[in-house]
């Protein structure tokens, strides 16, 4: 089981705001970057953020990143239908000597 | 375009072994490091190795560290990954990744991702 805790699940109808949260400790959110990764079904993961805010170039800005101590988040504002996938948070983790992805997410567009 | 495409994989017995190859165009390779990472079906993604952008150092996962072996080949933009003492539990989708230019540091971030090759150890 992964260092990084994410509910299993999350909905929302189009253009509303869902909020994704990733759990973890000193060793590893509060202390280093965190990433977020969006996988849909039958694909490769694609990087939505970079340095715990930071888009990459061609990702909307309705997908922002943020952390508070030891938790993480990542906001999908205007909901669209193609953004039902699954969303992983990762990070360094300073104690386990390794890059550690979350639970996952999936989250539905009802 | 910017592409990484894996190869190598198949069914093999436990205990035994098998090269995965990466193919990668589009970009220049040794400016980037380089991770594989895996996934086992109806899993998430588990990080696997890094080897950085001249080759000069690389790291694992505790789960892999030594048995797995990383390595590059500039000349041939190519990414390469041995495995041996194969498990039951290595059974998954395996990809190459490319730390993004960006990003803080080696783990901050896979920006180009390979379609994956799939490795089965089973008897």
């Known amino acids: 089981q992964s260092v990084l805790t994410q509910a299993p699940s999350a909905s929302g109808t189009p253009g509303q705001r869902v909020t994704i949260s990733c759990s973890g400790s000193n060793s590893n959110i509060r202390s280093n970057a965190i990433n977020w990764y969006q996988q849909l079904p039958g694909t490769a993961p694609k990087l939505l953020v970079y340095?715990?805010?930071q888009r990459p170039s061609g990702v909307p800005d309705r997908f922002s990143g943020s952390k508070s101590g030891t938790s993480a988040s990542l906001a999908i504002s205007g909901l669209q239908s193609e953004d039902e996938a699954d969303y992983y948070c990762?990070?360094?983790?300073?104690?386990?000597?390794?890059?550690?992805f979350g639970t996952g997410t999936w989250v539905t567009v009802l | 375009q910017v592409k990484l495409v894996e190869s190598g994989g198949g069914v093999v017995q436990p205990g035994g072994s098998l090269r995965l190859s990466c193919a990668a165009s589009?970009?220049?390779?040794?400016?980037?490091?380089m991770h594989w990472v895996r996934q086992a079906a109806g899993k998430g993604p588990e990080w696997v190795a890094v080897i950085w952008f001249d080759g000069s150092n690389e790291d694992y996962a505790d789960s892999v560290k030594g048995r797995f072996t990383i390595s590059r080949d500039n000349s041939k933009n190519t990414l390469s990954l041995l495995m041996t003492s194969l498990r039951v539990d290595d059974t998954a989708v395996y990809y190459c990744a490319r730390v993004a230019l960006y990003a803080l540091n080696y783990f901050d971030g896979m920006d180009v991702w390979g379609q994956g090759t799939t490795v089965t150890v089973s008897s």
């Open positions: 589009g970009f220049t390779f040794n400016n980037h490091g």
């Open positions: 990762a990070a360094w983790d300073d104690s386990l000597h390794g890059y550690v």
């Open positions: 340095s715990t805010n």
